[in-house]
Structures are given as C-alpha cells and as structure tokens.
C-alpha cells in the first residue's frame, strides 16, 4: 500500500516488518520487560490479522533484504512500530479507559485486559466495512515503538526526523495508513503501556496522558497512557 506519511522519502521509507526483525523485536521488549505470558506465537498471529500497522522505518530503498539478519540490513533500519487495533469494548479494558481512577490506581483486575489476553480472532475491527455501514469504535495499541540508535547520515531528512521525532513519525504514519485502509473505523484514540521514563516522555511530547500505573514484578514503573481522537 502506498506509504501516507511525510516520514517516507527518497531518504527513508516504510515497509512491513519481516521476520527477521520480528523475532529480534520479540526478545528486545522480553529482555525490557519480561512477560512471559505474550508468546511469539501470540505476536505474529497480530502481525498476520493486520500487516499494515507492524512496519519499521528504513533508509533508502532496501527493499527485499532481511531486516535484522545482517549487520548491513539492521543498520538501515531507524525504527519500528507495532500497532495492534481493538474494538472499543477491548480497548477500553486494556487501557481502564471508561473507569473511575483515583491517583493512578489501576482498575479492578478482574476487568483488566492484558497485552497478552488480546486475540486478533475475536478482538480485532473487522477489515472491510458495507458501503453506509455503522462504523465500529476501535482504539490503536501501540504495543511496540523503537527508535534504532543507528549513525545517521540523511542531511536535511535526517535533522528533520530528530527535530520532529520518532515516536511523531510513526503515530503519523499509522494514522494515514488507517485513514486510507480503513476509513470504516472510528477511531476512539491511542494507548500505550510504557515501561522507561523515556518512553513516558516521548508519548507525552505526543499528546498522550497516563491513565494508571502499576509495578513489575522487580518493581520498576508501567504506565498505561492513552490519547483520546483520530
């Protein structure tokens, strides 16, 4: 499909992520932040159910030569991201959106959805809609952002994407290839359960406000943020 965002130029492009990166991508977030529960297999049947939000960001016109099984290939990707789409009911449990919070409390965990609870089968919008059809609600999970610390060497493009940055190019980019591929969506907003003060940071500089927080087992921070609108 074409790409929607200023982010795509000769410079640099969007393609779907393949899986090379995939698995790379799988044992980076395990590493961060271990969840044992979200298996591989979990992860590749969201990448099957919609290929078109689990993209990476690439230098050039690479096309065609494994993301991250060379040394050359994974120096040519700058960043990823991975968006899962659920219907509103769905959203709304994963990110306690619609509950009442106090503090920062996270909701009840009986109605708490995990990441790992998500089933594409049941819980994804469905792909094509009826011409004058009601339009499902859905919510965009931004299950994985990364920015590959990668030299750089794109001029003018290049100072452009750190001014603008990462995590803006790519929630860019996810909204044009929405709007084009699925214009019978509603989209309800964009959540995010962010794990470092960095990324805490980076959703913030895009709109998003957190709506619990909760620890890991080692006690470090999750946060779940979310940015209301299409």
């Known amino acids: 499909m074409p790409n929607e965002s200023s982010a795509s130029s000769p410079w640099a492009h969007w393609e779907p992520i393949d899986e090379s990166f995939l698995e790379y991508t799988y044992k980076s977030d395990q590493a961060m932040y271990p969840a044992p529960l979200l298996t591989y297999s979990r992860l590749e049947s969201w990448i099957e159910a919609c290929p078109e939000l689990c993209v990476v960001l690439r230098r050039g016109h690479g096309k065609g030569q494994p993301q991250a099984s060379s040394a050359a290939a994974a120096e040519s990707v700058l960043g990823s991201i991975i968006v899962v789409p659920l219907l509103g009911e769905y959203w709304a449990r994963l990110t306690g959106e619609g509950k009442s919070l106090r503090s920062g409390t996270p909701p009840d965990e009986a109605t708490l959805m995990r990441e790992h609870d998500v089933d594409p089968e049941v819980m994804f919008p469905p792909r094509t809609g009826a011409p004058g059809g009601e339009k499902p609600e859905v919510g965009l999970h931004v299950f994985h952002i990364e920015r590959l610390p990668v030299s750089t060497s794109g001029g003018e493009e290049d100072e452009k994407w750190r001014r603008v940055g990462f995590t803006r190019l790519a929630l ?28 805490r940071r980076a959703f913030k500089r895009s709109g998003f406000s957190p709506t619990y927080t909760s620890s890991t087992p080692e006690g470090e921070t999750v946060e779940m943020m979310i940015r209301k609108g299409p």
């Open 172 to 199: 860019e980019e996810i909204r044009g290839r929405v709007a084009a591929r699925f214009p019978h969506w509603s989209v309800m907003g964009y959540s995010a359960l962010t794990v470092t003060p960095e990324g």
